[in-house]
């Protein structure tokens, strides 16, 4: 069973940076997608970065150009975050899509399997 970690929210005053880090409890095979979402008070999740199969990474327009998204070996997620303003002041959580496939006693077919961090959070405020 796959978990993931976040770390590095905080506090930090407007302009500043932080470096958001989720750890996998192991290392992650045949990984579709990988991203950051994000949910401040009051409002729904939405989606911050991600990749799809590999593909380019998809930035909210809100972020774009301040946040950067990375991985490391498959196993390490990043969102490095500059500029910060309150508006970016959330839960921050990671998450990670993984393909999986059925034991043979249950047809052998596959599915996709999504792994949630518990969330850090990220105060932007003087």
């Known amino acids: 069973h796959v978990q993931l970690v976040e770390s590095g929210g905080g506090l930090v005053q407007p302009g500043g940076s932080l470096r958001l880090s989720c750890a996998a409890s192991e290392d992650l095979l045949n990984i579709e997608a990988m991203g950051w979402h994000r949910q401040a008070p009051g409002k729904e999740r939405e989606m911050v970065a991600e990749?799809?199969?590999?593909?380019?990474i998809n930035y909210a327009d809100s972020v774009r150009g301040r946040f950067t998204f990375s991985s490391d070996h498959d196993r390490n997620i990043y969102l490095q975050m500059d500029s910060l303003n309150p508006d970016d002041t959330a839960t921050y959580f990671c998450?990670?899509?993984?393909?999986?496939?059925?034991?043979?006693?249950?047809?052998?077919?596959?599915?996709?399997?999504?792994?949630w961090g518990r969330g850090t959070l990220v105060t932007v405020s003087s």
């Open positions: 990749t799809v199969s590999g593909g380019t």
């Open positions: 998450y990670v899509r993984i393909l999986e496939r059925h034991g043979l006693r249950d047809g052998g077919g596959f599915y996709t399997e999504d792994y």
